[in-house]
């Protein structure tokens, strides 16, 4: 039973458009969201998050928005750069305990 | 500071032989996390230990199993290893909340 989902693989953008990946969850405990960023033979490395009382989250070029009725999150990277290419990882939590529940991961490919 | 560290990086064994993982937090940081990740599969979370105790539990067999020392290192052990076992074992150390969760860059391990 996943719940959390990323249903697209992978994906493809050019360099300089808005790269926009989903993620969708099922367990209603879950408040607070986190996106990794994952570079082959290396471990996650956090991006950013985003707690249930908001529904967007803006770090620099990356933002995460957060749809609690439709029980979607999105993270949106304008612009894209080839530093980008790399997989990118969903994970939601309650925060009542530490344990994070992991999407599958979707790798974002960015063309030059 | 020196980040999260695990020892060994790729580590090969035949069925039914066991298998300790070992893992060195960041300087300060008391809680332990083990992820086991598969091709196709996000992370899947194992355990997680603070101050030495288990705090969280997974969905995995009692074939796994870890501990922490009272520096915070923690080792996590796989007996009577199966086929389906491979996969690359991700640590995390984590400071104040979830968003401070930092991977090591994870033990392949394969099982023949």
């Known amino acids: ?112 | 500071k020196a980040g999260v560290t695990q020892t060994p990086r790729y580590l090969i064994k035949t069925r039914g032989q066991q298998v300790t993982l070992s893992c060195s937090p960041i300087s300060g940081h008391r809680s332990v996390s083990w992820y086991q990740q598969t091709p196709g599969q996000g992370l899947q979370f194992l355990f997680e230990y603070f101050s030495e105790t288990q705090r969280n539990k997974g969905n995995f067999p009692g074939r796994f199993s870890g501990r922490q020392f009272s520096n915070s290192r923690s080792e996590m052990n796989v007996s009577t290893l199966e086929l389906g076992d491979s996969a690359l074992y991700l640590c995390a150390s984590m400071g104040d909340d979830l968003s401070e969760q930092y991977f090591g860059p994870g033990t392949r391990l394969t099982v023949t």
């Open chain 1, 1 to 112: 039973d996943q719940q959390v989902k990323q249903n697209s693989p992978s994906l493809s953008v050019q360099e300089g458009r808005i790269s926009i990946l989903n993620c969708d969850y099922t367990n209603s405990m879950f408040d607070y969201f986190l996106w990794y960023k994952k570079y082959p033979a290396e471990g996650p490395t956090f991006l950013i998050s985003i707690s249930s009382i908001k529904d967007k989250n803006e770090d620099g070029r990356f933002t995460v928005f957060l749809n609690k009725s439709a029980k979607h999150l999105s993270l949106h990277i304008v612009p894209s750069q080839p530093g980008d290419s790399a997989v990118y990882f969903c994970a939601a939590s309650g925060v009542s305990n530490y344990q994070l529940i992991w999407g599958a991961g979707t790798k974002l490919i960015i063309k030059p």
